[in-house]
């Protein structure tokens, strides 16, 4: 039923393959690489023609701005300024979560181009916990611009498969590290100053280090899902416009009451834990049911599987719509929820 996809030529494994992606790297080219949370879209950070290359891969629009992938800690105040009234909070978060899928985004240096923080005066910052990643940062010794290696708006990949499907023909060279071990973006936080000791956390994208993760070091201040707020003033100005979107039409509901098949049509199940007593499993003749946790309903489980689940339903032929049943709107559940909230607004098209 899935149409095979081959691995070109382009997807690499080997040491070479490390190599290859260092040497084109410094070369200004850009290049697929794993990281423990979705495939990246690499190109050299301070070198504007290849980080142009990667807007130019992606489709991606020019107002939204990419993450700074640093070789280690040195990098920091070279990339970004640390506040002194924010400094201990941020030393305790990157000794907490680095290397790891925590972006932090604080003011910029003059060093990071305009084009990779979209002319903002910030720069979103992580360090990648992949060892091909850091194999290759650490060679290059250069800190790494990089999106998620899908076209704008598509579906993040989380192995060089997926990637070769979205970017076949386009880049290089896809570096294969196997399957993402998170499978979910970075979770992406802005600090505040706030009158006590704690400063406000603001999670502007949801991730797999989860408010429950961050609270004891801040007020957490969760700005993902107030649209009022994305409207007015974009604080992850590429918020906005990812929206993960599969081809078919999506739907969530809220409860297996939500759901009145309509006879003729096809519809495939994301399912949760797969388990009859959720009550989706028998609501139609599903076409096709995959299951994010199976048996246990494990959310961290789910989110490793989310994307390339969801890829998989987007690739069958004549279904005519995608059912997600919702998942707990906690912890991993929460980076889930607001994934397929965007890919449920925006799929179809
Ligand atoms: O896990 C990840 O974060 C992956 C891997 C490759 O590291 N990268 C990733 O990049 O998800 P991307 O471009 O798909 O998502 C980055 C998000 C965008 O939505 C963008 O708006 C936001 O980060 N962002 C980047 N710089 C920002 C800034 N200065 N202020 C606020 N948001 C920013
Ligand atoms: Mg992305």
Request: proline fraction near 8%.
């Amino acid at each position: 039923m899935y149409t095979e996809i081959a691995y070109t030529e382009s997807v690499r494994t080997t040491k070479g393959a490390i190599n290859d992606a260092v040497l084109l790297l410094r070369g200004g080219d850009i290049v697929a690489l794993p990281t423990e949370t979705v495939y990246g879209l690499a190109a050299d950070a301070f070198d504007s023609t290849a980080v142009a290359k990667i807007f130019e891969a992606k489709e991606r629009p020019a107002f939204d701005p990419l993450i700074v992938h640093l070789p280690n800690l040195k990098w920091l105040p070279k990339v970004a300024v640390v506040p002194d009234d924010l400094r201990e909070v941020i030393d305790a978060l990157i000794k907490a979560f680095w290397p790891g899928p925590l972006t932090l985004v604080l003011p910029k240096t003059d060093a990071v181009p305009d084009i990779v923080t979209a002319g903002l005066p910030t720069v979103a910052v992580r360090m990648s916990d992949h060892e091909i990643f850091k194999k290759i940062i650490t060679a290059l010794d250069q800190p790494i611009a990089a999106p998620s290696a899908n076209r704008f708006g598509r579906i993040s990949p989380t192995s060089a498969t997926a990637v070769s499907e979205e970017l076949d023909g386009r880049i290089p060279l896809i570096v294969d590290g196997g399957a993402c071990a998170r499978g979910l973006e970075s979770t992406i936080i802005r600090l505040e100053k706030a009158r006590g000791p704690k400063p406000f956390i603001h999670i502007l994208r949801a991730g797999p280090i989860t408010a429950e993760d961050l609270k004891k070091f801040g007020k957490i201040v969760t700005e993902a899902h107030n649209e009022a707020v994305e409207a007015n003033a974009p604080e992850a100005p590429g918020m906005l416009a990812n929206h993960y979107a599969p081809t078919t039409p999506l739907r969530i509901l809220s409860s297996p009451d939500d759901f009145r098949p309509e006879p003729g049509r096809r519809y495939a199940l994301l399912s949760y834990r797969g388990d009859k007593k959720d009550g989706y499993l028998k609501l139609t003749d599903w076409a096709e049911t995959l299951v994010l946790s199976p048996g246990s309903g494990k959310l961290p489980e789910a989110g490793i599987r989310f994307f390339h689940l969801l890829r998989q339903l987007d690739k069958l032929e004549d279904i005519d719509e995608i059912i997600a049943e919702p998942v707990p709107d906690r912890g991993v559940g929460a980076a889930i929820m607001e994934r397929l909230r965007k890919a449920a607004a925006k799929s179809g098209v």
